[in-house]
């Protein structure tokens, strides 16, 4: 016992958390570049489930155990292993959670950014404002949809790091200027989240994903009306979002409040009424009015189809793409030119490809 005080005693960076107030969380409010002491830890398996969200399944944890001098009063085990360490548990003072590398901490990610920025920081990096970052942040944010389009793992995880790169330069940026600062971000859209998810986080209730919607509308209104803002139904719904996403958005927002058709059947009658216009049109200005229509009734159609236009389309755009390249580069292993080549030998190609 006096060995496992000391222990406690000398350590730096040391976080001490009491079991039963972990066990109310789903997630470890602690950097994991700190050790952790968890006292009169109970419920292995609550506990790992925790442990889980922030470190790895082989990670080592060691139970201090109140037992007769006599016995052993450690064990080390991996974190995979806690859930079947109930007994163990029965008998433990203490768990010892050694810290993870710095790098997996999120404050440390701060501290880069905020040393990029200094006096001494990176010149480019120092240069940059709100305003500057726009476009970028704009590309780094399509090259995360590519990797979750391409369901490719990695390229996420990466790209996720690259937004979450501009989020924290933006926090730093406007802290530098007095404006607000991390904390105020994490702290409005944790509020938000509890306050619009009061079957969660109040009144525990059963909701369908629908109820959940209709019942995200209303609160949004009472937050509003909180805030003495008069918004119309449409607005908040970002008019810098591809044109596919913000009709996507219009429709579903006005359909929570009965702007729409009673079945898909009305969706089709008005997807031909528009192409027959369009047939009719007779001058660029209306051809491309009409074509607008014909897009915007497609997003309908999509919506009653459960379909995210953006995404369907964007799937296409990549299909296209490798088919292409497909082509591209059975040409070059012929040593033929894709302008020369006859369309009859790329559609050879271009099926050869599908059927792959």
């Known amino acids: 016992m006096n060995e496992q ?27 994991p570049h700190l050790e952790v002491i968890i006292r009169n830890p109970r419920n292995a398996a609550h506990l790992q489930d925790i442990l889980s969200e922030e470190y790895p399944a082989d990670h080592p944890l060691e139970i201090y155990m109140d037992v007769p001098e006599n016995q052993q009063n450690s064990l080390t085990i991996k974190l995979a292993e806690l859930s ?18 710095e790098s997996r901490s999120f404050e440390y990610f701060q501290n880069i950014v905020a040393i990029l920025r200094a006096p001494n920081g990176c010149p480019w990096d120092r240069k940059q404002t709100h305003q500057s970052l726009r476009d970028d942040f704009l590309q780094e944010a399509y090259e995360l949809l590519e990797g979750l389009d391409r369901n490719d793992v990695e390229m996420i995880s990466e790209e996720l790091g690259d937004v979450l790169l501009h989020i924290v330069m933006q926090a730093q940026i406007a802290q530098e200027n007095n404006e607000f600062n991390m904390g105020d971000v994490l702290a409005k859209i944790s509020e938000k989240l509890i306050f619009r998810h ?7 209730e059963k909701l369908s994903s629908d109820q959940v ?31 596919l996403s913000m009709a996507y958005s219009y429709q579903k927002r006005a359909a929570r409040v009965g702007f729409d058709w009673e079945s898909i059947d009305g969706v089709w009658d008005k997807l031909y009424e528009e192409i027959e216009e369009f047939k009719r049109a007779d001058t660029p200005e209306d051809q491309a009015e009409e074509l607008g229509d014909i897009l915007f009734t497609l997003v309908n159609l999509a919506r009653w189809s459960k379909i995210d236009p953006e995404t369907a389309l964007r799937n296409s755009n990549l299909k296209f793409h490798d088919r292409v390249q497909y082509v591209e580069t059975k040409a070059h292993e012929l040593g033929k030119n894709l302008f020369d080549m006859p369309m009859s030998e790329k559609d050879q190609y271009w099926d050869e490809y599908k059927e792959s």
């Open 5 to 31: 005080k000391e222990i406690m005693n000398c350590q730096d960076n040391l976080i001490i958390l009491e079991g039963k107030t972990l066990l109310s969380l789903r997630h470890l409010l602690v950097p």
């Open 84 to 101: 079947q360490q109930d007994h163990s548990l029965e008998k433990a003072l203490w768990i010892r959670i050694p810290p993870l590398p």
């Open 198 to 204: 009061e079957h969660v986080f109040g009144n525990p």
């Open 213 to 243: 919607l209709n019942q995200w509308e209303k609160i949004k209104n009472l937050e509003r009306e909180k805030d003495h803002k008069e918004q119309g139904l449409l607005d908040g719904i970002s008019k810098a979002m591809p044109a």
